[in-house]
Nanobody
Framework: QVQLVESGGGLVQPGGSLRLSCAVSGFDLDYYAIGWFRQVPGKEREGVSCYSEGATYYALDVKGRFTISTDNAKNTMYLQMNNLKPEDTAVYYC????????????????WGQGTQVTVSS
């Protein structure tokens, strides 16, 4: 059974950092494309960062602040978020797929449940 379980969201002040984790079970993350998306009410889910077959994508507004990574021994993916801004407030989702992907929601078959990130003073 495929399962993606997220953790690490919460409330943080502007300029602070958070690390989101996504523990994967049911398949070996080694061979999958991965991604992090976020969504605010009334807007579409947008790609924040994705990795597929050696290529890494970052949305322009997070480039230089966010880092996507994996720990294959733990079968876990991460999103390190630094210098957070109020506009980063959203529900964040991890995703995975066994094909070649662009960082589009429609490309991914497997999703986590989402974790809330709130950036506020």
């Amino acid at each position: 059974q495929v399962q993606l379980v997220e953790s690490g969201g919460g409330l943080v002040q502007p300029g602070g950092s958070l690390r989101l984790s996504c523990a994967v079970s049911g398949f070996d993350l080694d061979y999958y494309a991965i991604g992090w998306f976020r969504q605010v009410p009334g807007k579409e889910r947008e790609g924040v960062s994705c990795y597929s077959e050696g290529a890494t994508y970052y949305a322009l507004d997070v480039k230089g602040r966010f880092t996507i990574s994996t720990d294959n021994a733990k079968n876990t993916m991460y999103l390190q978020m630094n210098n957070l801004k109020p506009e980063d407030t959203a529900v964040y989702y991890c995703a995975a797929d066994d094909g070649l992907v662009l960082c589009n929601e429609a490309d991914f078959d497997y999703w986590g449940q989402g974790t809330q990130v709130t950036v506020s003073s």
